[in-house]
């Protein structure tokens, strides 16, 4: 059994843990990161879109604001990122268009369209004609939508790639296996024990475990995180150069009640995603989930039935009680939580990795981040609820 300290130690190695990891270790703190196979996790399924206006949803106006300013984040932190690596991480200002196929998706994106203009939210609103001249490729049957140019995309897998090379440039270490147990002395969080048998031991221990936050052995049982696996299933497309241009920018729709999209990258892929289900741990890619996303695409855009489907994949995104993420200390010392991101985990990346910076160098949450600490839920009694 061997031990080794670091002034932090990330628990997960997902899109999440490698920001956290990033940013703690450009504070000067010596940094660790604990995963199996760090760059995995729900990043590797996830579409990208940086969508804080068409993700907007009744009863989620406080989440708006913390999307919105990771949104603004978003160019900078690009920037940095791209400067310091190298790496092109597929960042597109390209916009969003949300369109509706009957009188219910139109008048329920009427209803958005009013909550937006509430929020002070710049979107527009665009009859079936407009629509199909932004996209040709639309189905003649759309009936109007919302053209948001203010929602963005980035490819979530070379972001992913990205924060590894800046992790190992700033002397981030990574510990390629499973964290077992939470190791807790003199009523602290200590460190970690690993599945195999090493100790790993840090001043401060952020839990950064995607949807297996609430797996964790040895957190108090009072302050396991409420998150649970929300599965989604995906499919990649590749436009052949003979069908380019096929999309602009990301389409989005509900089809009979389902949630669908297309997330066109400039390499020629086409990301269509995603399901939602509440099926705990599974990750079986299902012939009625590839068929579903196929169908309602296809109602959108016919011509994607030409299109060579070239992968499909299923990821588990970490739900919240109130689909918001666990951001700060918890009432362990020593114990801090960013988790729970649920479908903004690839948009809120910029501002997580700022606030557990400055949680992890001043034991406080940025005011940006305040309503999220973990300690929301203890007054309801959901901390005291294995994931």
Same mark, same amino acid.
């Given at each position: ?9 990330? *628990? @997960? &190695? ?5 920001? #956290?990891?990033?940013r ?6 010596? #940094? ?17 879109m940086?969508?804080? *206006?068409?993700e907007?949803?009744? &009863?989620?106006?406080? /989440? ?19 400067? =310091? ?15 509706a ?6 008048? +329920? ?5 009013a =909550? ?12 079936g004609?407009?629509?199909?001249r932004?996209e ?22 070379r972001?992913?790639?990205? /924060?590894? #090379? ?17 190791r ?6 200590? @460190?970690?024990?690993t ?16 949807? %297996? ?32 241009? %096929? ?13 669908v ?21 599974? #990750? ?8 579903? =996303? ?6 959108? *855009? ?21 689909n ?16 729970? +991101? ?15 910076? +400055? ?5 406080? =949450? ?5 309503? %999220? ?6 007054a309801?009694g959901?901390?005291?609820q294995?994931?």
């Open positions: 059994m061997s031990s080794r300290t670091s002034d932090v130690l990330v *628990v @997960g &190695g997902g899109i999440i843990g490698l920001v #956290t990891a990033w703690a270790a450009q504070r000067g703190l010596t #940094t660790a990161v604990v995963d199996p196979e760090p760059g995995g996790g729900a990043a590797q399924v996830a579409a990208g940086l969508a804080a *206006v068409t907007l949803h009744y &009863g989620e106006q406080t /989440l708006l604001g913390l999307n919105l300013a990771s949104a603004h984040r978003y160019p900078a932190f690009v920037a940095e990122l791209t400067e =310091l690596t190298g790496h092109d991480l597929g960042y597109r200002r390209c916009g969003t268009l949300a369109v196929l009957d009188a219910d998706d139109r008048a +329920h994106l009427r209803e958005l369209h =909550l937006q203009r509430q929020s002070g939210l710049e979107s527009e609103w665009l009859s004609r407009e629509c199909r932004l040709p490729m639309l189905a003649p049957g759309v009936r109007g939508g919302l053209r948001v140019d203010g929602d963005h995309q980035i490819d979530p897998r972001l992913t790639r990205a /924060l590894l #090379t800046a992790c190992e440039r700033a002397g981030v270490v990574f510990h390629r296996m499973w964290a077992q147990r939470l807790v002395a003199g009523d602290r969080a200590a @460190g970690v024990a599945t195999d048998g090493q100790e790993l031991g840090a001043d401060q221990v952020v839990l950064a475990a995607g949807s %297996f936050g609430g797996r964790l052995e040895g957190v108090p049982q009072a302050l396991l995180p409420p998150v649970r696996p929300v599965k989604g299933q995906v499919l990649r497309l590749t436009v052949p150069p003979r069908h380019a241009p %096929f999309l602009s920018r990301t389409v989005r729709a509900i089809v009979r009640g389902s949630h999209y297309l997330v066109p990258r400039e390499s020629g892929e086409l990301v269509i995603g995603a399901t939602s289900e509440e099926l705990g741990w599974d #990750t079986t890619v299902t012939a009625g989930g590839v068929y579903e =996303l196929l169908r309602d695409a296809h109602e959108l *855009v016919p011509g994607i039935t030409e299109l060579p489907l070239t992968e499909t994949r299923a990821g588990l995104r970490p739900g919240s009680p109130d918001a993420p666990l951001l700060g200390p918890t009432e362990l010392p020593g114990l801090v939580l960013a988790t729970g +991101h649920y479908r903004n985990g690839v948009l809120l990346t910029p501002i997580t990795g700022d606030a557990m910076a +400055h949680v992890l160098t001043t034991g406080e =949450l940025p005011d940006v981040a305040r309503p %999220f600490t973990p300690r929301r839920f203890a309801t959901l901390l005291e294995p994931a």
